[in-house]
């Protein structure tokens, strides 16, 4: 008489696995997947910088806003830099994106330079400067958008400079 299969499906954060076989066999892969994988997870994540939405945005939230029309600050710009004017737009496109309220997490230079209220000149410059300083990547389709370590340096470096100024 032949065993029959079993099948287990574990799904943990971002990895999924799926085990066929006879029960004895699965039980013995599924031992070894949670005695050697999960404690890999769990370093992993010590070291993996993931954004915090819901932290983000409680962090953000008297600064930056998603409008029916776009990002948009919620402080004045004549108290900050160009720079810090550029990252917010970016940082708010990014929340915008995951939020599901925009259609992408990046923003083209025209809409940088319009936001910003500065020449063409200006608004490359600053922008090389941060892609330059790993705070925001050129998209392939020519847009810019926040990196992740952008992200963090916002919330550690800049945020805490903005809320002094405010």
Known sequence: MSEEKITVH????????????????VWVVVNKFFSQMIPSFDVAQKVLLTPDLPKLIEGFKDVIALATEGPELLISKRRLTDSEIIQLYLLAAYMGHKLGRLSRDAMSKKELQTRLGKTSKITSTRLG??????????????????TTIGIKRLQDELLPKIREKI
């Open 129 to 146: 400067e941060l892609c330059r300083e790993g705070v925001a990547i050129k998209t392939e389709e020519g847009n810019y958008k926040i």
């Open 10 to 25: 574990i799904k943990y954060k971002d990895v999924e696995q799926t085990f066929v076989g006879h029960v004895n066999d």
